[in-house]
């Protein structure tokens, strides 16, 4: 709802500005259609040069992330603390027991009570091939932090694709807009024979290329990579939280303080607090009973 806001008051103020200060917005009008074919066209080629397919898909489903924000809310971070305790619990209880859900986390009960953690395939990896290493007795804490770090590194560099190709579109748009100026410049002296009004209205067609390409490039797709890329990182909290949860029970502290180890590591907006928490967990203590 924010990104639409923005967008509006964006537009509004710009134009708004350009009307209320006695400026016609029929040359704009006029010329737009073909200065945006040069410019927008321009920017679609040239980024699809310099991204594979699959980063350009990932990109324009990464838009999406303008309007929606961050995937992970207050109730994912606690249903995360809930059904990490529920794992850490079974598997120092019953070690061959945790195997089933590890193994086989699409039919897990416990998964099961948390349809969107289940449903997201880098979180379920990320816990299962963990857990999975410990029964192996691959359990040095160092190493597997380390390992884990360098998982973590590797999916944020990836995650963070399209917010680099949108910045890199977005450089790219104001020398476009001169490019398509230029060729305005050019069309304007193909006509120098014209009368004054007549050369006016086509350099004011040809200033509207380099107003496109800035105005694009620093009001919209500019933006439009910040915000991305801040979404990017707030969700990488939750895949953090996992880490610090998994790496504090490797280090054998007592379930409930493992828990607590990444409650106190959750983002303060998305942090439950400790009395939540707590009827959370009992209620999973009630439900195991």
């Keep these: 709802m924010l990104g639409i806001i923005g967008i509006v008051v964006l537009f509004g103020m710009v134009f708004g500005g350009y009307l209320a200060a006695g400026g016609k917005m029929a040359i704009i009008i006029k010329s737009l259609p073909f200065e945006f074919m040069m410019i927008g066209g321009a920017a ?32 994912d971070y606690r249903d995360l603390l809930c059904l990490l305790f529920e794992l850490i619990r079974l598997a120092r209880q019953n070690p061959v027991a945790i195997e089933e859900h590890v193994e ?15 449903a997201d395939k880098h979180a379920i990896e990320f816990i299962c091939d963990t857990m999975r290493s410990v029964s192996m007795n691959y359990d040095d804490p160092h190493q597997v932090e380390e390992v884990l770090d360098k ?14 190709a949108l910045q890199s579109m977005a450089d ?15 069309k ?7 009368p004054p009004e007549v050369l006016g209205k086509l350099i004011g067609g040809a200033l509207v290329g380099t107003f496109l390409g800035v105005f694009l490039a620093y009001g919209l797709v500019g933006p439009f990579a910040t915000k991305v890329k801040a979404v990017c990182e707030e969700d990488f909290h939750f895949y953090h939280l996992i880490r610090e ?26 942090r439950p607090t400790f009395e939540e928490l707590e ?6 203590k009630q439900d195991a009973a």
Excluded at 66 to 74: L, P, S, T, Y
Excluded at 109 to 115: E, V
Aim: net charge neutral; charged share 20%; with cysteine.
């Design 188 to 194: 304007t002296m193909a006509s120098i024979d014209q």
């Design 151 to 164: 998982r973590l590194e590797g999916m944020e560099h990836h995650a963070l694709h399209s917010s680099h």
């Design 44 to 75: 679609a080629g040239a980024f699809m040069i310099s991204n594979d397919g699959a980063t350009v898909k990932h990109t324009l489903k990464d838009v999406g992330k303008v309007f929606k924000g961050a995937k992970w809310k207050h109730d």
């Design 104 to 118: 086989s986390p699409a039919e897990s009960t416990i998964f099961g009570k948390y349809p969107k953690i289940l």
């Design 279 to 284: 009827e959370a967990l009992k209620s999973v």
């Design 245 to 270: 949860v998994l790496v504090a029970n490797l280090h054998n502290h007592a379930t409930n303080i493992c828990i607590e180890v990444g409650r106190q590591n959750t983002p303060d907006h998305h």
């Design 172 to 186: 790219a748009l104001p020398a476009l807009g001169i490019v398509a100026a230029v060729l305005g410049v050019i």
